[in-house]
């Protein structure tokens, strides 16, 4: 009976993929596994406000960040959670309040929250920060002198935190109710699609072994790939061809997805999700190979009690090592209780975020020592598992990097690759629209229009090329062919207000001047302190 009824319940999850079956058909055979797992911070990493492992306090919900003079605060109210901004901009008092349905993160070190407008999904500008027990900025929000309200919710980010992402398709950003199906990393993340396995379970046939993954036993490349989907930053992470990180199987190779670049010339400071590129530099790793991998130390389902977690980490590093091997002063290891991992895995901060510290996965042999070199900002790129980078991968790659970054090595590089991968046949969306960027930036818009236009074609869903088409199209004039082409991005993720902005003023050109108005009041909707909308505004609104 209980298999019967967990496969009633995989029939109502076949939306997600008729191979999947969902956390909770597992726990019908499974049913010890699944309540430890379901502690886990891994398992609830995801779901609605106010639900999880942690509970937030309010008594630090209120903060002002000193770049901007805005004030945020964040309030519950019944089991509602909400976030309220207030501030000046452009000579107008803001004040925006937002619900905030979802989390995102399982709290062991912080959570981000999600809000909603016109059923698309944006990150709220408030996190909590479980160590300090406060309310602040989420990581890189420091940086911007107005709240940042415009933040997409993507595929990508919900593919490392919650299981079956419900995204509504020609859009980047909207999604069903609820917008995944499992808060968490479900079991079939870690163990493949499950329903093939419920069914052969059901039927009595336990010949042949089950239909089901465990990634111990997998080779180490593909066991490897079931943690580094989402522990493995590296410098930058491309998609194959056709491929999509969210489509990952477990018990693949993460590589027939996607290429993870770092820089060459040193050791990378640490980030929130290194996990995998920390390890590699460990001198433990490096004598062991493949019999190191995340499962050494680590149960996936379930984690020590926090008397229980230096006696649990000791006896897994004594499983290579001798007590008597370790040289450091009786003091100071009576001082740590005997914790390995105190004194070899210090807790250390990060690049990408404030307010936190994670694992130091690299095992300093000697804690306190200096650091190995950075690589220079403009150091080559490198696959991480030291195989050869297609020009595609790497142009990608040197091309995103240099988006960000504005290093001009960088530019330069992925200009060069990708002129040679697209010429050598590579005609994915991606590499054209990367190219056609690089293009436009030299101001050869003649390169860059027909891929522009080529990659509309092979990927109606992209955004990018509709915008610059239509920047490119409002330049020459071409106002119907450029608001055609604006309102086809603002289509797919509305909450572009330098978009909708540029469409005003091209619905202007024709005369639409109660459309113009129409666009940038919504433009406001979405990011009420975006300057240029309320002066274009302002000034409609005293003309006749």
């Given at each position: 009976?209980?298999?019967?009824g967990?496969?009633?319940?995989?029939?109502?999850?076949?939306?997600?993929?008729?191979?999947?079956?969902?956390?909770?058909?597992?726990?019908?055979?499974?049913?010890?596994?699944y309540?430890?797992?379901?502690?886990?911070?891994?398992?609830?990493?995801?779901?609605?406000?106010?639900?999880?492992?942690?509970?937030?306090?309010?008594?630090?919900?209120?903060?002002?960040?000193?770049?901007?003079?805005?004030?945020?605060?964040v309030?519950?109210?019944?089991?509602?959670?909400?976030?309220?901004?207030?501030?000046?901009?452009?000579?107008?008092?803001?004040?925006v309040?937002?619900?905030?349905?979802?989390?995102?993160?399982?709290?062991?070190?912080?959570?981000?929250?999600?809000?909603?407008?016109?059923?698309f999904?944006?990150?709220?500008p408030?996190?909590?920060?479980?160590?300090?027990r406060?309310?602040?900025?989420?990581?890189?929000?420091?940086?911007?002198?107005?709240?940042?309200?415009?933040?997409?919710?993507?595929?990508?980010?919900?593919?490392c935190?919650?299981?079956?992402?419900?995204?509504?398709?020609?859009?980047?950003?909207?999604?069903?109710?609820?917008p995944?199906?499992?808060?968490?990393?479900s079991c079939?993340?870690?163990?493949?699609?499950?329903?093939?396995?419920?069914?052969?379970?059901?039927?009595?046939?336990?010949?042949?072994?089950?239909?089901?993954?465990?990634?111990?036993?997998?080779?180490?490349?593909?066991?490897?790939?079931?943690?580094?989907?989402?522990?493995?930053?590296?410098?930058?992470?491309?998609?194959?061809?056709?491929?999509?990180?969210?489509?990952?199987i477990a018990?693949?190779?993460?590589a027939?997805?996607?290429?993870?670049?770092?820089?060459?010339g040193?050791?990378?400071?640490?980030?929130?999700?290194?996990?995998?590129?920390?390890?590699?530099?460990?001198?433990?790793?490096?004598?062991?190979?493949?019999?190191?991998?995340?499962?050494?130390?680590?149960?996936?389902?379930?984690?020590?009690?926090?008397?229980?977690?230096?006696?649990?980490?000791?006896?897994?590093?004594?499983?290579?090592?001798?007590?008597s091997?370790?040289?450091?002063?009786?003091?100071?290891?009576?001082a740590?209780?005997?914790?390995?991992?105190?004194?070899h895995?210090?807790?250390?901060?990060?690049?990408?975020?404030?307010?936190?510290?994670?694992?130091?996965?690299?095992?300093?042999?000697?804690?306190?020592?200096?650091?190995?070199?950075?690589?220079?900002?403009?150091?080559?790129?490198?696959?991480?598992?030291?195989?050869?980078?297609?020009?595609?991968?790497?142009?990608?790659?040197?091309?995103?990097?240099?988006?960000?970054?504005?290093?001009?090595?960088?530019?330069?590089?992925?200009?060069d690759?990708?002129?040679?991968?697209?010429?050598?046949?590579?005609?994915?969306?991606?590499?054209?629209?990367?190219?056609?960027?690089?293009?436009?930036?030299?101001?050869d818009?003649?390169?860059?229009i027909?891929?522009?236009e080529?990659a509309?074609?092979?990927?109606?869903?992209?955004?990018?090329?509709s915008?610059?088409?239509?920047?490119?199209?409002?330049?020459?004039?071409q106002?119907?062919?450029?608001?055609?082409?604006?309102?086809?991005?603002?289509?797919?993720?509305?909450?572009?207000?330098?978009?909708?902005?540029?469409?005003?003023?091209?619905?202007?050109?024709?005369?639409?001047?109660?459309?113009?108005?129409?666009a940038?009041?919504?433009?406001?909707?979405?990011?009420?302190?975006?300057t240029?909308?309320?002066?274009?505004?302002?000034?409609?609104?005293?003309e006749?």
């Amino acid at each position: 009976m209980r298999l019967l009824g967990a496969l009633a319940f995989a029939a109502c999850l076949q939306g997600a993929g008729s191979e999947w079956a969902g956390s909770r058909a597992c726990a019908a055979c499974h049913a010890e596994i699944y309540q430890s797992y379901m502690q886990r911070p891994m398992a609830v990493s995801s779901g609605p406000a106010g639900t999880g492992l942690l509970q937030e306090s309010f008594e630090r919900a209120e903060f002002t960040h000193g770049r901007s003079g805005f004030r945020y605060r964040v309030l519950r109210e019944g089991s509602q959670y909400f976030f309220e901004v207030e501030g000046a901009a452009g000579g107008r008092r803001i004040r925006v309040r937002r619900p905030m349905p979802y989390f995102i993160g399982s709290g062991i070190v912080a959570r981000s929250y999600v809000f909603s407008l016109d059923g698309f999904l944006y990150q709220a500008p408030v996190a909590y920060y479980t160590g300090p027990r406060s309310w602040d900025l989420p990581p890189g929000y420091d940086q911007y002198p107005t709240p940042y309200l415009t933040r997409r919710i993507l595929p990508g980010c919900l593919s490392c935190h919650a299981s079956g992402p419900q995204l509504v398709t020609r859009t980047q950003n909207r999604y069903r109710t609820p917008p995944f199906l499992e808060g968490g990393v479900s079991c079939e993340r870690c163990h493949g699609p499950g329903a093939a396995h419920i069914k052969k379970m059901t039927a009595g046939d336990l010949e042949g072994g089950p239909a089901i993954v465990n990634p111990a036993r997998l080779a180490p490349d593909r066991r490897d790939s079931v943690c580094a989907q989402c522990h493995l930053t590296g410098a930058e992470r491309v998609a194959r061809a056709g491929r999509e990180l969210d489509t990952f199987i477990a018990g693949e190779p993460l590589a027939d997805y996607l290429t993870v670049f770092v820089r060459s010339g040193g050791a990378p400071g640490m980030r929130v999700t290194s996990h995998l590129e920390k390890l590699a530099q460990s001198a433990c790793k490096r004598a062991s190979g493949n019999r190191l991998w995340c499962g050494s130390c680590h149960d996936p389902h379930s984690v020590p009690k926090p008397s229980e977690k230096a006696r649990w980490f000791r006896a897994k590093c004594l499983e290579c090592h001798e007590a008597s091997a370790c040289r450091e002063e009786p003091a100071r290891r009576r001082a740590n209780g005997d914790d390995c991992t105190g004194c070899h895995m210090p807790r250390s901060t990060v690049m990408d975020a404030d307010h936190v510290v994670f694992t130091d996965h690299s095992i300093p042999r000697r804690p306190g020592l200096a650091a190995p070199p950075t690589p220079p900002p403009d150091a080559p790129l490198v696959r991480f598992d030291g195989a050869a980078a297609s020009p595609r991968d790497l142009g990608i790659a040197y091309a995103s990097l240099a988006g960000r970054e504005r290093v001009a090595a960088y530019q330069q590089r992925a200009f060069d690759l990708l002129r040679e991968a697209v010429a050598a046949g590579a005609r994915d969306p991606q590499a054209l629209l990367h190219l056609a960027e690089l293009y436009k930036n030299r101001g050869d818009e003649k390169s860059a229009i027909p891929l522009y236009e080529e990659a509309m074609r092979l990927d109606p869903d992209q955004v990018g090329a509709s915008v610059a088409l239509g920047a490119i199209q409002a330049d020459r004039g071409q106002w119907k062919e450029a608001i055609r082409l604006f309102n086809d991005a603002l289509f797919k993720n509305p909450a572009l207000p330098g978009v909708r902005t540029a469409l005003a003023m091209a619905l202007l050109q024709i005369g639409e001047r109660e459309a113009a108005r129409a666009a940038l009041e919504k433009a406001l909707e979405f990011d009420p302190a975006y300057t240029p909308a309320y002066q274009l505004l302002q000034q409609l609104r005293r003309e006749p």
